[in-house]
C-alpha cells in the first residue's frame, strides 16, 4: 500500500514536469503569423464572360473555334459547358404566365334547393287544422285502481329444496360426463 502510494506520487511529478515543458516549448516555438495580404476581405464579386478579353483565338489560351459548318450546338470541352452555364445565368429569366388557380372547394360548394313538400289529407278532417291543436283519444281517469296480488304475472318464486335439488342433478350429468370422457380418451391412448 505504501508502495503504490509513493508510485502515483512520483507518477503526478513526472506528468507536472512533461506539461510544464510542452508550455515552454510551445512559447518558443515560431508560430507562422498571417499578413494583411493574405486575408483580404470580399466585397465584390463580378463575373468575367470573356476573361481572355474576346472569343478570338489569338486572345489567350488555345480554345479550339466552332466549325461554321457543323449543326452540333453542344459543347464539347469543360470550358465550353461552363461559358453555355454562364449565358444562361446571364440572360434574364422569361416570364412564364401564370398557371390559373385551381379551385378545389368549387365541388364543395352546397346546392340549395327547397323541399318539394306533401301534404296527405284525408276527407273527414276540418278544413280549418292547425298543428297546435290537441286531440285527446285517452280515456282520462282520475282515481289511481287498487293493485290485486292474487293475479300474477310475474316470476314465481322458486322453492329452495328443488333449486338445490336441480342443481345436485346438473353437477351428477356433468360428472357422469366427464368419467365417459376420461374413459373414451385413455382407450383412444392404449
Known amino acids: 500500500m505504501f508502495t503504490e502510494l509513493v508510485m502515483n506520487r512520483i507518477r503526478q511529478l513526472l506528468l507536472a514536469i512533461v506539461g510544464v515543458l510542452k508550455r515552454a516549448m510551445c512559447c518558443f516555438s515560431r508560430r507562422r503569423k498571417l499578413s494583411a495580404s493574405e486575408c483580404e476581405v470580399l466585397n465584390t ?3 468575367d464572360r470573356y476573361p481572355n478579353g474576346g472569343r478570338t483565338a489569338g486572345h489567350g489560351k ?3 473555334e466552332k466549325d461554321w459548318n457543323s449543326w452540333d450546338d453542344s459543347p464539347k470541352t469543360v ?3 461552363i461559358e453555355r452555364y454562364r449565358e444562361t445565368l446571364a440572360q434574364p429569366p422569361s416570364p412564364t404566365e401564370p398557371q390559373p388557380e385551381v379551385d378545389y372547394f368549387q365541388d364543395m360548394t352546397p346546392q340549395i334547393s327547397s323541399q318539394a313538400k306533401i301534404c296527405i289529407a284525408t276527407e273527414t278532417e276540418s278544413s280549418d287544422f ?3 291543436v ?3 283519444d285517452i280515456p282520462v281517469v282520475n282515481e289511481l285502481e287498487d293493485w290485486n296480488e292474487g293475479d300474477r304475472n310475474g316470476w314465481d318464486d322458486a322453492d329452495e329444496t328443488t333449486t338445490k ?3 345436485r342433478e346438473t353437477r351428477k ?3 357422469a ?3 365417459q370422457n376420461r374413459h373414451q380418451l385413455e382407450s383412444s391412448y392404449a
Open 45 to 47: 464579386v463580378s463575373v
Open 130 to 132: 292547425s298543428r297546435l
Open 79 to 81: 470550358e465550353e459547358h
Open 173 to 175: 350429468e356433468l360428472r
Open 165 to 167: 335439488q336441480l342443481i
Open 62 to 64: 488555345n480554345v479550339p
Open 134 to 136: 290537441a286531440k285527446i
Open 177 to 179: 360426463q366427464r368419467h
